[in-house]
């Protein structure tokens, strides 16, 4: 029997797929795994039997990811399951910054009672004219699940889309229309085009990309849209921006004191993602990553350990190991395993930065005193008898 705990509402379109061997509790201490959307856990103790967390969407700033990793907690989030409903909300963007639609809606709300409100609608609406995004370039920054949607889409729009992502996966590369030109530096995004989505994690590396020094580069026009991470953007430089006429617009879905109310910005309260489509499809990802890592081991879509999979175990045993990525782990375990009389019938060892994990399928069951030789090992964080 597993124990679980939400930290949030979780779809039950994803909660159903959760067999009998599952049992919901109330407290984080009694749980072996979390599944969580926007609640903070820094500040949260990781209980001794918590194996796993799983994040129903794939922005995880709200979960301490080293300290899971060193306790030897597997994090996992859900890459792609919002994509298309943040996709959407990001057009929507675009329309609101190409054309004065909420200014216009406004209007007809203070005309209401107006008898004659079409006839001064036909009057007032050349004040809320405003341009077409077709024919316009737009720049995708970050070509992950969400940016090769948004590029492929803005092609159907007739816009001209230039797409930026030194990483780009191959499963990206391949989904993403020829028709997009793929440019090797940003500043090419930067300086020509009128619409600007950015569609990248948040990094050390990516912090404040957006910044005085971009937005230099961008012209008065440009509409720059974050539906991803409001830090990815210098916010306090683009409002200086827009009252000194440098851009046009600046589309987030993430409210502060810094971009609320002011003049040039459109800001949504965190929507992107708010679909009951999304809400399922992340529930339904984020159920099935924990049950096949709590039934069976298998490592797939974290963000803090290395995707680590064998399929279900047919053998007598299976061990999962995670550990530090340090020099000589495989000989210790396979020495230990030995001396027990024990045989590796198949094993995988992944790495992933500064940690790694071990999976090995066994001949004989793995009896206490062995797994606990195995967690005994220098640079060993956690040791599982999957099976």
């Known amino acids: 029997m597993f124990q679980y705990t939400c930290l949030n509402p979780i779809a039950n379109v994803g909660l159903d797929l959760l067999t009998a061997d599952y049992n919901k509790v109330d407290e984080l201490?009694?749980?072996?795994?979390?599944?969580?959307?926007?609640?903070?856990?820094?500040?949260?103790?990781?209980?001794?039997?918590l194996l796993a967390v799983a994040r129903a969407g794939a922005g995880v700033n709200n979960i301490p990811l080293e300290k899971c990793a060193d306790a030897g907690v597997v994090v996992f989030n859900t890459p792609g399951a919002n994509a298309n409903g943040v996709k959407e909300l990001v057009f929507a963007g675009m329309l609101l910054a190409a054309r004065d639609i909420t200014g216009g809606i406004d209007w007809v709300k203070s005309e209401q009672t107006n008898a004659d409100i079409a006839k001064a609608a036909e009057k007032q609406k050349k004040a809320f004219a405003g341009t077409e995004i077709a024919g316009k370039k737009l720049g995708v920054i970050g070509l992950g699940a969400i940016g090769v949607k948004v590029a492929n889409a803005a092609l159907d729009m007739d816009m001209e889309v230039y797409g930026y992502d030194p990483y780009i996966s191959v499963n990206a590369a391949w989904n993403l229309s020829s028709t997009v030109k793929y440019v090797a530096s940003v500043e090419d995004i930067y300086k020509e085009c009128d619409y600007i989505t950015i569609h990248v994690p948040l990094l050390d590396s990516t912090k404040k990309m957006i910044n005085k020094e971009a937005i230099d580069m961008m012209k008065p026009t440009t509409v720059i849209l974050n539906f991803a991470r409001d830090l990815l953007v210098d916010e306090e430089a683009v409002v200086a921006a827009l009252a000194e006429g440098k851009i046009?617009?600046?589309?987030?879905?993430?409210?502060?004191?810094?971009?609320?109310?002011?003049?040039?910005?459109?800001?949504?309260?965190?929507?992107?993602?708010?679909?009951?489509?999304?809400?399922?499809?992340?529930?339904?990802?984020?159920?099935?990553?924990?049950r096949d890592f709590l039934e069976n081991g298998n490592i797939t879509h974290s963000v803090n350990y290395p995707d680590c999979n064998m399929g279900a175990c047919e053998t007598a045993a299976r061990v999962l190991i995670l550990h530090k990525n340090i020099k000589g782990m495989i000989s210790r375990y396979t020495a230990i395993l030995g001396d027990a009389g024990i045989n590796i019938s198949n094993m995988t060892n992944k790495s992933k930065g500064d940690y790694a994990c071990a999976l090995l399928d066994l001949d004989a069951p793995v009896d206490a005193e062995v797994a606990g030789k195995l967690a005994d090992v220098e640079g060993v964080l956690k040791v599982r008898v999957v099976k």
Do not use: W
């Open 29 to 49: 201490k009694d749980a072996q795994a979390v599944l969580v959307r926007s609640a903070a856990m820094h500040d949260l103790d990781l209980p001794e039997g």
């Open 248 to 290: 046009h617009k600046y589309v987030s879905d993430f409210p502060n004191p810094t971009t609320a109310g002011k003049a040039g910005c459109i800001v949504t309260p965190h929507i992107g993602a708010s679909t009951e489509e999304s809400e399922d499809n992340c529930a339904v990802m984020a159920v099935k990553e924990i």
